[in-house]
């Protein structure tokens, strides 16, 4: 509960303070620290690899676009915000959250090393027809170094350094708990740079933005429902966090990098979804065990 009380605070003092938006470039190193601590913590291993992290994968491309080309018609502005977080890779944090609700970790870690790497190379090919479709074109070649950097700079150095020096890796483990204060710094400079976005526009925004919210809530639930759905023979939560726990930093990232200060709400509004969604299935884990 209380990491969900930080995140709210960390968008509060944001929204106060808009002038942090000149932090922007910071995002993305703070995401790739964090990104190795969780790689860190992993091992890569071809045998922990279900058909289901596949299906995960490939709703975790399609979706995206599906939701994109269907909301385009209507508001292109909410659709971009749609992908930026649709499209995201599972969480780093999804693991995590699996333990929480006493679930199997391996396969919640498996989809984070599936997915994160697959759509940094796939988003490259993707974003520029995405944005070609919003009359915002962007070379394929502009994004495919920013992207694969991001996520294999920490995945490669990470399992490097665990089969060079095994007990640097170990030793580093206790220092994981820097990544969530380094997630708060992310949320508060994005909720600053939308901020000052938005002191830019006209009071018709405001409408924009609550439309914003409501459908990211609805894309939040869809995407965890799919998920557990996808593996109700098998471990429905799991998949469910494997689609539904999305790296709304990296969402955010991408949106204040190549798409719109604007779609960068889709993750932002997402980050706080995806909390409640998570302390709702801890609250009814609680009262199934009191039960």
Not at 115 to 134: D, V
Request: one cysteine or more; proline letters at 5%; a positive charge.
């Amino acid at each position: 509960m209380w990491r969900s009380i930080a995140i709210l605070i960390a968008i509060g003092v944001g929204i106060l303070i808009p002038a942090a938006e000149q932090f922007t470039y910071i995002i993305r190193y703070s995401l790739m620290v964090m990104l190795f601590f969780a790689f860190l913590q992993v091992e890569l291993s071809v045998k922990a690899l279900h058909k289901h992290h596949l299906w995960v994968l490939l709703l975790n491309i399609s979706l995206p676009l599906l939701l994109f080309f269907a909301i385009r018609t209507y508001e292109p502005q909410i659709a971009l915000a749609v992908f930026a977080i649709s499209i995201t890779p599972t969480a780093a944090a999804a693991p995590v959250m699996a333990s929480f609700l006493k679930k199997q970790v391996a396969f919640v870690t498996v989809s984070v090393l599936v997915t994160s790497p697959i759509i940094a190379l796939a988003l490259p090919f993707i974003l520029p027809w995405i944005l070609e479709s919003t009359s915002e074109g962007v070379n394929a070649w502009a994004v495919a170094g920013p992207v694969m950097g991001l996520i294999f700079i920490p995945l490669l150095s990470s399992q490097l350094l665990k089969k060079i020096t095994p007990s640097t890796a170990l030793a580093l483990h206790k220092y994981a708990g820097i990544s969530f204060i380094l997630f708060l710094i992310n949320v508060f400079i994005a909720a600053a740079k939308a901020t000052s976005f938005l002191m830019s526009q006209n009071g018709d925004a405001l409408q924009l933005i609550a439309f914003i919210a409501i459908v990211i809530g609805m894309i939040c639930i869809l995407q965890f429902k799919i998920g557990e759905q996808l593996g109700a023979n098998y471990l429905p939560i799991e998949t469910g966090l494997a689609l539904g726990r999305k790296n709304t930093m990296f969402g955010i990232w991408l949106a204040l990098t190549f798409i719109h200060p604007l779609a960068a709400l889709g993750p932002m509004f997402y980050i706080l979804y995806q909390n409640v969604y998570n302390a709702r299935q801890l609250y009814q884990l609680g009262k199934e065990e009191n039960s």
